[in-house]
């Protein structure tokens, strides 16, 4: 059967019945090197029996992914639960009647107050026909990188706005007039209504994201 000894620390392992030495680490809890014998003779009293620890073979590695990978669905499921309430949280505020729920930094996100401003009332338009001919400009005539400077313009003007909702809804309207101008002048006339819808969905969107980074201001 043999031994492995470590010279270092003058330690030892007898194997034991069907072990082998490639089944067990190549180095000793000290630090120096195992090596095996046969047999060992010992004249020194201070060497000294020890457990030496085996190595994990293919089959435990498999065993411990194959656990892992099981466990991910659960922790899946519990992030995105989790993701789900904080999300859902954000967009739930307390109404008192007509008057809704007034935060540091603009009304909530209720239903009521969404539905409220289905409507071309407070729209600034003076920054919204700036931005909109700004961004159709990116979209018509620049390429590759440049175009995220339309993303940073649509969170800029919900960042503008200290009601979120009124951030989100001029937000849009700049997206919606800035695809659909867009459309227009690259001759994208078959892709009009998507562009335009593409352009509604990224400008509420980014209002969002805009409304949200201005609460850290507070």
């Known amino acids: 059967m043999g031994y492995l000894i470590c010279v270092k620390c003058k330690s030892y392992y007898k194997l034991q019945k069907g072990e082998r030495a490639k089944d067990f680490v190549d180095y000793c809890a000290c630090g120096g090197q195992l090596r095996y014998v046969e047999n060992l003779d010992i004249v ?12 994990i073979t293919r089959r435990e590695i498999l065993k411990k992914k194959i656990q892992s990978l099981r466990s991910i669905p659960k922790k899946l ?71 995220l400077l339309i993303f940073v313009l649509l969170i800029l003007m919900g ?9 989100i809804k001029n937000s849009l309207i700049t997206g919606v007039i800035s695809f ?21 969905i990224n400008g509420a969107v980014c209002g969002w994201i805009g409304g949200y980074l201005k609460t850290f201001r507070y």
């Open 44 to 55: 020194d009293l201070q060497w000294k029996p020890v457990f030496i620890s085996k190595k």
């Open 77 to 147: 499921k519990a992030s995105l639960f989790s993701f789900w309430n904080n999300f859902r949280g954000r967009f739930q505020r307390p109404s008192y009647g007509n008057t809704y729920y007034n935060s540091p930094y603009g009304r909530g996100l209720g239903l009521e107050s969404i539905k409220n401003e289905l409507n071309l009332n407070n729209i600034r338009w003076t920054t919204v026909i700036p931005v909109a001919l700004a961004i159709t400009f990116i979209f018509t005539f620049t390429q590759g990188i440049f175009t």
């Open 159 to 167: 960042y503008l706005f200290n009601e979120r909702v009124l951030g």
């Open 180 to 200: 659909f101008l867009g459309s227009l002048f690259t001759g994208s006339f078959l892709y009009l209504i998507p562009l335009t819808l593409l352009g509604a």
